[in-house]
């Protein structure tokens, strides 16, 4: 989990990013505010190689396919998150070119961003705020696309935050040698944006089966009827190795999320890129964006 330290307003956060980082000169910087998320839903969608290993990878599409199949709504979820704000991701640009068209050399920041206290209106009126910086990528701006380098190749590799949505349990995802790019279009918004990367098994671990019982137990509250609490009781309500008692009552716990045959093959590692050494020890990771450019502009920190 992060800890976050809010920026009092998206200039600051601006400021911040900029006193980090030498290799690119301070021009124009523009926000965008991510409004949808889009989640795989199959291990080719937002996939690419991760490892090196000339494999397409995603990990977190096989499970969240596998899991949808069992009508469990994980995109709904997310997409209330991000619609109510409670859930908040920021892309900031920094370029030479004002236009934000061509620049050899741009600088994009990621950021899990401060909730909102009303709903967003997505507009480009909004006033997002960081609440860490957690991913500045250097890379070309080309007609108003932007790729970072592979997560295989890249000489400096980047982690970012990523947070995710399960019901309404918000978990907080280390993406490691993060791949960052997207496409901006006429009106200046980010399309066909996507996040790769890699998590590390044990960091998964430790947060997704948590958030999955919780979000299994408030469905089961609320109305023990729908699909989800349907499909939580029939696959998870098992008991434990050595708490057989838990076993259909009503309840979920971690370890009948963690001792779940399909929940053991979907969870197990596919890459090798936490530790630096052989070992198969981390999940890949794409998903899709898209996000609304903030009107401000600024200019060396300072708003034009």
Known sequence: MSFRTPCRSVSLCLVASFAATTAHATNYVRSYLVNSVLLPLSGSDYAIDVDGDSHADNRLGQIFSALAGQNMDFQGAMNSAVTSGDIVHLVHLQSTDALFHNDAAAQA????????????????????????????????????SFTSPAPATAPNPVSLDFELALGTTYITLPVLNARLSFVTNAAGNIQAGQINGSIPHT?????????????????????????????????????????????????????????SPLIKT???????????????????????????????????????
């Open 109 to 144: 920041t990621w950021c899990i961003g401060v909730p909102a206290a009303t709903p967003p209106l997505f507009d480009g009126t909004d006033r997002p705020s960081c609440a860490d910086t957690s991913g500045i990528f250097i890379a070309g701006l080309s007609s108003g």
């Open 203 to 259: 960091d998964f671990m430790n947060t997704f089966p948590p958030a999955m019982a919780a979000m299994c137990n408030e469905a089961i509250q609320s109305d023990p009827s729908s699909g989800t609490a349907t499909a939580c009781s029939q696959l998870f309500d098992l008991g434990c190795s050595g708490f057989p008692g838990y076993a259909q009552d009503g309840q979920i716990e971690v370890c009948e999320i963690t001792e």
């Open 266 to 304: 979907l969870l197990a590692p596919d890459v090798q890129v936490a530790d630096g050494g052989t070992v198969v020890d981390a999940i890949s990771v794409g998903v899709g964006f898209t996000a609304v450019r903030n009107d401000r502009v600024f200019a060396s920190g300072f708003e034009l």
